[in-house]
């Protein structure tokens, strides 16, 4: 349901959850689903726009089916069957999604927009309350235990729960407000893009260019990361680029001017792009990596998606974490409230989430952060556009590793090497 704006001025539930992007309409899903009474407050009205995230892997499709969502193109869904890859020269290289146990082997595209508001409507359906408009501007502590017991919004109402979820996002307000501040030497990516028409826009693949110049190129700098090419359908393309460093503080690139730059002299022809031809101005957004705040879970305060820093540092993506933790959260949520919230059993429960968090994602968090350290340098780029692209063994294994799609049992040697590697390191 949708709040009617007769709501009082003191809103009680079971759970509160602040952001209806996709990992907070998830989350507000999944615990609906289990008979919890949900609050999903929302600073903006559907529909609204958001800047990444039009382009899905198969480890989102997974998720959307999990959900019950009809992906099926009939539903305005537009199918990838791989990632065709430009580096080197000019013919790209391509590679389909693996065949995998663990995932489907297509992806998907939809616009960020329509994809958010279909997912809060899903919440909606499953019986939590979408409150829209409405911006948590302070948590509400209880001064004897200084667990948060609600947040307050700027129009003064005050929503009540004894579990709060924070997802709303990079900036996550309501994490600062609790003494959570991000940690500056976790890797932090910059993203950027725009919409064209082009004939690139019913491609069967999603395509990248992983030679980024910040200039002419072959007579500028390399930079870490790729650019993007995602087909929409009906001849609408979202282009962009994104670039990562090693640490937050390392951060300096105006990413919208190079974006620019990029547009007008290094895009593959094979987009056709005319400036002419592009929908909407340029947009950019922060990319939180490798749980760069923590921790996930404390006081009453749950995390999920960008508010905890959950995206890949290997490829930038966030949006299938975002939606995997939202029902991890879901399930020590319902765990907790059915042992007693406040209560001993009840926060080891919570505290669950945290653990399982890391055993999930922790190594495999760590081997990016060292993937961006070396991609920083230039020569190593220059090595692995050169050198490994025309090496079809070495780029499966290194597109499983990077897109995230291996079996983690009873998977070929690939999936196993990477799955060892993943319990060998540290956890991020």
Request: aromatic letters at 8%; hydrophobic letters at 40%; charged letters at 25%.
């Amino acid at each position: 349901m949708t709040e009617e704006r007769t709501a009082p001025a003191v809103v009680e539930s079971d759970v509160i959850v602040v952001g209806a992007g996709p990992g907070g309409s998830t989350t507000a899903k999944w615990l609906a689903d289990r008979g919890l009474d949900v609050s999903l407050l929302e600073k903006s009205a559907f529909p609204r726009d958001k800047v990444c995230g039009d382009g899905l892997t198969p480890r989102a499709t997974k998720q959307l089916i999990r959900l019950g969502v009809d992906v099926s193109e009939e539903a305005g869904w537009v199918h990838n069957i791989g990632l065709r890859t430009y580096a080197g020269r000019e013919e790209p290289f391509e590679f389909l999604w693996p065949e995998l146990a663990s995932f489907p082997n297509y992806g998907l595209t939809r616009r960020r927009g329509d994809f958010d508001e279909m997912l809060a409507r899903l919440a909606t359906t499953a019986g939590a309350t979408l409150y829209e408009n409405t911006s948590a501007s302070e948590p509400i502590l209880d001064p004897a235990t200084d667990r948060i017991v609600g947040v307050r919004a700027k129009d003064g109402r005050e929503f009540r729960a004894p579990i709060v979820v924070a997802a709303d996002g990079n900036s996550s307000r309501l994490a600062l407000n609790m003494g959570l501040e991000k940690n500056k030497l976790r890797p932090m990516g910059v993203a950027a893009r725009a919409y064209f028409k082009a004939p690139a826009g019913d491609s069967a693949f999603i395509e990248s260019c992983l030679e980024l110049w910040d200039g002419k190129p072959g007579e500028s700098n390399l930079l870490p990361g790729y650019a993007w090419m995602f087909p929409l359908g009906d001849g609408m393309i979202n282009v962009g680029l994104g670039t990562v460093s090693s640490t937050a503080t390392s951060q300096k690139m105006n990413v919208r001017e190079q974006l620019k730059t990029w547009l007008n002299g290094a895009t593959p022809r094979q987009w056709g792009l005319d400036p002419a031809n592009q929908v909407g101005t340029i947009g950019s957004a922060a990319l939180p990596m490798s749980f760069n705040r923590k921790p996930a879970y404390t006081r009453g305060l749950v995390l999920v998606g960008d508010s905890a820093g959950m995206v890949s540092p290997f490829n930038g993506e966030g949006i299938p974490y975002a939606m995997e933790a939202a029902e991890m959260a879901a399930d020590a949520i319902a765990d907790a409230h059915a042992r007693g919230v406040g209560g001993r059993a009840a926060e080891k429960a919570l505290g669950g989430y945290r653990t399982r968090l890391e055993a999930e994602w922790g190594g495999y968090y760590r081997l990016g952060q060292v993937f961006v350290s070396l991609i920083e340098r230039p020569e190593i780029m220059r090595l692995c556009t050169r050198y490994g692209l025309p090496r079809p063994t070495l780029m499966k294994f290194t597109m499983k590793l990077l897109a995230h799609l291996y079996d983690t049992s009873d998977g070929d040697w690939m999936d196993k090497t990477i799955t060892a590697l993943t319990k060998v390191v540290p956890s991020a």
